[in-house]
């Protein structure tokens, strides 16, 4: 349970005399006349001069806006053109890829199903393993490199715009 309060015996307090109250009221006093002199003493700053402004026309800067949106709206274009004849030479290049190389395969299990002495037969497949792998990196190759150009061709008019020195 919770206990009562006892009620606390008063201390006795040091009586503060008058003589204390008074110094004290003067040293705080004294600091604040001090920096009321020293502002009163200051003078305003100069405020520098602003510069002058000239208005700009709204018509100019509406044509200024027209001519980069028209800018920016053919580059726009030309790269979603660049960009589609780069997916349709990257996508053309994929299927001829693909087509070669299921071709290449079947020859080889051709050349590894012939009736052939089993030495013979593994240097036939070993050289046509050789041969797909060398057409289907190469192509892997034109195909990546295509991409890359594909990729540049779609973003160059973008860059050209965004270089332009009227902007």
């Known amino acids: 349970m919770a206990e009562a ?14 003589e204390l109250k008074a110094d004290l009221i ?3 006093a004294a600091p ?6 020293a502002v009163t003493a200051a003078k305003p700053a100069m405020q520098p001069k ?14 200024s806006a027209k001519k980069q949106g028209d800018v920016f709206r053919q580059a726009v274009g030309e ?3 660049a960009s589609a004849k780069g997916a349709l030479e990257v996508n053309g290049k994929i299927i001829d890829a693909l087509t070669i190389q299921s071709s290449a395969a079947l020859d080889l299990w051709r050349s590894a199903l012939s009736p052939a002495p089993l030495p013979e037969a593994l240097k036939a497949q070993s050289q046509a393993t050789r041969q797909a ?35």
């Open 79 to 81: 790269a979603v053109t």
């Open 133 to 167: 792998y060398d057409a289907a990196s190469a192509q892997w190759k034109d195909i990546a490199e295509s991409t890359a150009l594909w990729f540049t061709k779609s973003l160059e008019p973008l860059h050209s715009a965004f270089q332009r020195p009227g902007r």
């Open 50 to 63: 602003a510069p002058e402004v000239k208005p700009v026309a709204p018509e100019a800067l509406f044509s």
């Open 32 to 37: 604040a006349a001090t920096v009321l002199e």
């Open 5 to 18: 309060k006892k009620p606390r015996a008063k201390r006795a307090t040091k009586a503060a005399s008058p």
């Open 26 to 28: 003067e040293l705080a």
